[in-house]
């Protein structure tokens, strides 16, 4: 029996503009997926969802795994049991970290000898094939953990500080999202590309202040990133609200984490402000996960 | 017996950038300050403040149109009577209106034979002298009524849209906020001197479609307009809440005017559309005001 995790990630930075080239800042946080393999008579997938075997509609990320790993070495039978710290479809990386834990577990048990870095790749593969489209970065992180620059991975550490995150239960489609942005671009392209390159400037002064520690400049960039987002029309009340009762509890610096429209926002607080954060946040509607950065990506457990 | 009345405004674009010299766009609208003068004794102003002589502390703006016009004229009494529209600072413009009535109403009562420019500098010179710092855009668009283009002065025409205002009732600074923000733009040139110029593209594109009576882009560009103050820091929650609102109620856009952090917002709306998004409004808390472009500036009534 095997055993591995791999973890969800925030953007501190840079979202949406990331798809046109410009640097984000993704940061991987101690928000776990583990997946449990050993050899069994036949394919067995257990998790929240339920029990199925190879079943590319309830559990299709673990599916595709199995199949591809397959292709390198034969599975005949395997029994996974997924267990996760990381809300689904709330743009922290759960299906990556769940793709990367099974590779991870199924090249453990079968001796498969892929590297991290044909690791990432592979998961990065079977994202596009479930989703029809994704980017590298989920999957990256969620392998090598850590503050990953976007798209040049440079990896930095930022080893003290709290991430709370609050989700506003409202559901977003990234898809929706980045085509309505691709609209908004297309309809004024000589404003919204300089935004865009504004939100790149950002990743990039927000790499110098992540080596230097400063985490107020981070937090003041992040509301300026924030602020950015809105204009590029994917916040929604229910984010503002969180991330303006974050500020207002004190966290160094707050904004949407991932595609917006719904979904989740991060705050980025003092290790010891976390709680008083975190309340602020859960008394603003959000539902709240108190986490913090990790080096740690996939993890033979 | 004299009455004038002259208008307050609303900025559809480019506050805060237009203190660094960027294009922004405001707008007079039908809410009016009215002063009544005539021949009297002594020199009495009355209004909702209180019945007072010349009083700096009380009436500061009317009593230094009252020294100025006399260096003009000589003035041994007059009564004035003053009734406004406009909620007092919120942005609206409301000392600008008082200002140029007065001057307005003085003008005609002891034939001053000012012209309508003598009479917008005059009032920007009187604000100078009560605040230390103004804008001269409020006096000059309350003077000359409709749509304007700062500092190029173009006047354009907005004929067919409802405005709906949303008050917080927080109160803000707006010195305070000028100055906040000029500290983020010395903190981070290279990133807030671009998020200037891209508020001054705004008005830019929104100058013409002001002149294409393109009113779902005009209120598109005010929602990038918003995020950008958002990202400049002079939003809050209570802000948030009432544009989120206004939108969600079918406006076409709606963002902050004037400084910030308090104070009001403005929406744009369709004219059948006004009560719904007043109501909006209203329901998130706002103190709300229904009105409409005007090109009517300072008139004799």
């Known amino acids: 029996m095997v055993s591995c995790s791999a973890p969800g990630k925030i953007y501190l930075f840079g979202e949406h503009a990331v798809v046109y080239g410009e640097t984000a800042i993704a940061c991987a946080v101690e928000l776990r997926t583990r997946v449990r393999a050993e050899i069994s008579d036949s394919v067995i997938v257990k998790s929240q969802i339920g029990r199925t075997g190879i079943d590319f509609e309830k559990h299709p990320y673990i599916s595709s795994v199995i199949e591809k790993m397959g292709e390198i070495s034969p599975i005949k039978g395997v029994f996974l049991e997924i267990d996760s710290d990381i809300p689904v479809g709330s743009g922290l990386g759960s299906s990556a970290a769940v793709t990367i834990a099974s590779i991870g577990a199924l090249n453990e048990l079968f001796g498969c000898g892929l590297s991290l870095k044909e690791i990432a790749k592979l998961g990065h593969q079977i994202e596009i094939s479930v989703q029809g489209a994704a980017s590298p970065t989920d999957t990256y992180v969620s392998t090598f953990g850590g503050v990953v620059t976007i798209p040049e991975r440079r990896k930095l550490s930022m080893p003290d500080c709290g991430i709370v995150i609050g989700d506003t239960g409202v559901f977003s489609s990234t898809k929706e999202l980045v085509a309505n942005v691709r609209k908004l671009r297309e309809s004024y392209p000589e404003l919204i590309e300089p935004l865009m390159a504004s939100i790149g400037r ?100």
Chains 1, 2 share one sequence.
């Open 202 to 301: 950002i990743s990039k002064i927000g790499e110098s202040l992540v080596l230097a520690g400063d985490y107020p400049s981070i937090g003041r960039l992040m509301n300026v990133n924030q602020g950015l987002l809105d204009a590029l029309g994917v916040n929604i009340l229910e984010l503002s609200r969180l991330i303006y009762s974050a500020r207002g509890a004190g966290a160094f610096g707050a904004k949407i984490t991932g595609a917006g429209g719904g979904g989740c926002m991060v705050a980025l607080t003092a290790p010891d402000k976390c709680m008083q954060v975190a309340a602020a946040i859960s008394e603003a509607g959000g539902k709240v996960t108190i986490t913090k950065p990790t080096q740690q990506g996939l993890l033979l457990d």
